[in-house]
C-alpha cells in the first residue's frame, strides 16, 4: 500500500483552514498552489498555505487522520498547528 499525508492549508491571514489528504504532498500542494479548480474551497478562499501536514506509511491511516482531525473543534485544530509551526509559518519550498 502506498504512503499517506494528512495536512492543513490556510489563506495569508491564518484565518480559514482546510483539511486534506493526499498520497503525494509536493503535488498536491502544487495543485493548491495553481488554483487548478478554480471552484473549490481552497481556490475561493486563496488556501495555499502549508501549515501542518503528517506523514504515514499507509494511505488508510491518512485517511482515518484526516476524518479525526475534521471532527475536532477550530481550537483543537489550533493548538496541533501551532504545536508544530508555532509561527504558522509556511511549510513547503519545492525543489
Known amino acids: ?14 484565518t480559514t483552514l ?5 498520497a503525494d504532498l509536493e503535488q498536491r500542494i502544487k495543485q493548491h498552489k495553481s488554483k487548478i479548480n478554480k471552484k473549490s ?9 502549508l501549515v501542518y501536514y503528517e506523514a504515514f506509511q499507509m494511505i488508510g491511516d491518512a485517511i482515518a487522520r484526516e476524518k479525526q482531525l475534521k471532527s475536532g473543534n477550530r481550537a483543537k485544530k489550533i493548538a496541533l498547528i501551532e504545536s508544530m509551526n508555532p509561527e504558522w509559518e509556511e511549510l513547503f519550498y519545492p525543489l
Open 18 to 22: 482546510y483539511i486534506g489528504v493526499t
Open 1 to 14: 500500500m502506498k504512503p499517506g499525508f494528512v495536512y492543513i492549508l490556510t489563506n495569508k491571514n491564518n
Open 41 to 49: 474551497f481552497t481556490a475561493r478562499y486563496n488556501l495555499s498555505k
